[in-house]
């Protein structure tokens, strides 16, 4: 009996650490952040007009820009850019450098002199750029310490379901799910806050725009992976396909590529039972840099397709990250839902664990029909572009 009230006591001690580091956290970011506005509102007094949001100090807070704002900053990256384009058409090539070294020694002062000035120049427009540049840097949440925090709550929480103190492990639960929402919402904005990149856009066939159900047939479509792949549909006819929608920023995701591999064991596993697997991201705001490092952390068995122009994801109908679809050989969406109903590695109470994606793939390798075929997604909402 004190072995347990100990334990207890050790579990409430902990988590009320973690909370008190939570807030000391968000307090001294706060408090960070009012300093810096406050520096940055002191530094902007003393410079040029129109220079004071491009010359903040790195950190600064900045407002969210709007839509046109961010298109008239733009407008002025390209007049910079097109005048940076003749400055480089203007300079001297390698006849002229040939010719310099034939001129007197006066006229190729001049001429030096000259050359001097159009560097200058040509720096001069680079600087403006990168000065306009700097309006669309934002203060992006800090995914590892959000992602290390949550992997801690959550471990402690598994600790007190072991221990059987449920008030403890509700405690820490609701705590989880206040600091995802939170997280969200940063991410939302900072989505939001972004200007519009052009991208490689994924072609959808056909009148295929309507959002699809189970047993339809699955909208036909042409992408690029994030490795440089051009991934068609059309091509794996009679063969099993599985999409996951996918969001390394994304906890619920990240449970299952963490400890577990879900999602790559399940890949491996039916990889010789006519199982064709995409992970898709149709995160926005996401790099091809970044998608392509956690490619080779992960070792994944399978490409990520590259849709942050939205346009399959909402073909499809893609409601969070995971959310999983699989089309049978024949092209037709036979389940469409969760990955299992254990979100971050919880069941529901006095259920069992059920990989609804594994049982339907087992029935249609053994030439079944799947008997689950739709179940509700759950994760974090897919970040679409606006």
């Known amino acids: 009996m004190e072995d347990m009230t100990m334990r207890r006591f050790v579990i409430s001690a902990t988590v009320v650490l973690a909370v008190l580091v939570l807030a000391w956290a968000v307090f001294a970011q706060e408090q960070g952040g009012g300093v810096r506005e406050r520096r940055g509102r002191a530094a902007d007094a ?3 007009a129109g220079e004071g949001r491009a010359a903040r100090t790195p950190g600064t807070r900045r407002p969210l820009l709007g839509r046109e704002e961010q298109l008239n900053i733009v407008a002025v990256i390209e007049q910079q850019v097109a005048k940076l384009k003749e400055l480089i058409q203007a300079a001297m090539g390698p006849d002229d450098w040939a010719k310099l070294r034939d001129l007197a020694a006066e006229e190729r002062t001049k001429m030096r002199v000259k050359l001097t000035q159009a560097n200058e120049e040509r720096q001069r427009v680079v600087d403006a750029i990168e000065q306009q540049l700097a309006n669309f840097k934002i203060e992006r949440p800090q995914i590892e310490d959000h992602q290390k925090l949550i992997t801690e709550l959550q471990a402690i929480h598994d600790l007190a379901r072991q221990e059987k103190a449920q008030g403890t492990a509700n405690r820490i639960e609701q705590l989880i799910e206040g600091r995802e929402k939170e997280f969200e919402e940063k991410l939302r904005a900072a989505s939001e806050a972004r200007p519009m990149i052009p991208r490689n856009e ?6 295929e725009k309507t959002k699809p159900e189970s047993g339809k047939k699955a909208p036909d479509f042409t992408i690029k992976s994030f ?7 059309a091509d794996y006819k009679g063969k099993i396909v599985v999409l996951e929608w996918f969001n390394f920023e994304c906890p619920y995701c990240m449970s299952h590529y963490g400890q577990k591999k879900t999602m790559v064991e399940l890949a491996n596993k039916y990889k010789d039972k006519n199982v064709v697997w995409f992970a898709v991201n149709s995160t926005s ?18 490409p990520i397709l590259d849709d942050r122009a939205g346009v399959v994801g909402r073909a499809y109908g893609a409601q969070t990250t995971p959310h999983i679809f699989i089309i049978s050989p024949v092209g037709n969406i036979v389940y469409n839902g969760a990955i299992d109903n254990a979100p971050m590695g919880k069941t529901p109470e006095g259920e069992a664990y059920v990989n609804y994606v594994d049982k339907a793939l087992a ?3 053994a030439g079944k029909a799947v008997t689950t075929a739709n179940t509700k997604p759950y994760g974090c909402t897919v970040k679409y572009p606006p």
């Open 202 to 207: 994924p072609t959808i066939l056909k009148n």
């Open 46 to 48: 003393n410079l040029p």
């Open 285 to 302: 705001h996401i790099t091809v840099e970044k998608n392509k490092e956690f490619v080779a952390q992960q070792k994944l068995p399978y």
């Open 227 to 233: 490795d440089g792949r051009t991934v068609k549909l």
């Open 363 to 365: 029935e249609l390798a």
